[in-house]
Nanobody, 121 residues
């Protein structure tokens, strides 16, 4: 399984971006997808996460609550992060993470390569 994150770029404060993360390979089920950000000089931290179990659970980093929305199109094995009203402090490399089930490997955590989001003031 490979995860590919797309959609980063340079925007001004207040603008929007939508990131996509496509899971390719022998995906049989997506248990959880999440987006993480690593700011320059900082540690990687969770931005948004959606977990599919008996119910669907969504979590957000406090500072993005109300501005970012995570979603998954299971028919396309693609997760999205809609980011509205972007702020300079949202700048960083955004990584997608997925806990994905394949017949061969079972449920495994995968990481995609980062996509850079830069928000200018």
């Amino acid at each position: 399984v490979q995860l590919q994150a797309l959609g980063g770029g340079l925007v001004q404060a207040g603008e929007s971006l939508r990131l996509s993360c496509v899971a390719s390979g022998n995906v049989r089920a997506i248990n959880r997808m999440g987006w993480y950000v690593q700011a320059p000089g900082g540690q990687r931290e969770m931005v948004a996460q959606i977990t599919r179990a008996s119910t669907t659970t969504v979590k957000y980093k406090d500072s993005v609550q109300g501005r970012f929305t995570i979603s998954i199109d299971y028919s396309k094995n693609t997760a999205y992060l809609q980011m509205n009203n972007l702020k300079p402090e949202d700048t960083g490399d955004y990584y997608c993470n997925g806990n994905i089930y394949t017949y061969r490997e079972g449920s495994v955590d995968y990481w995609g390569r980062g996509t850079l989001v830069t928000v200018s003031s």
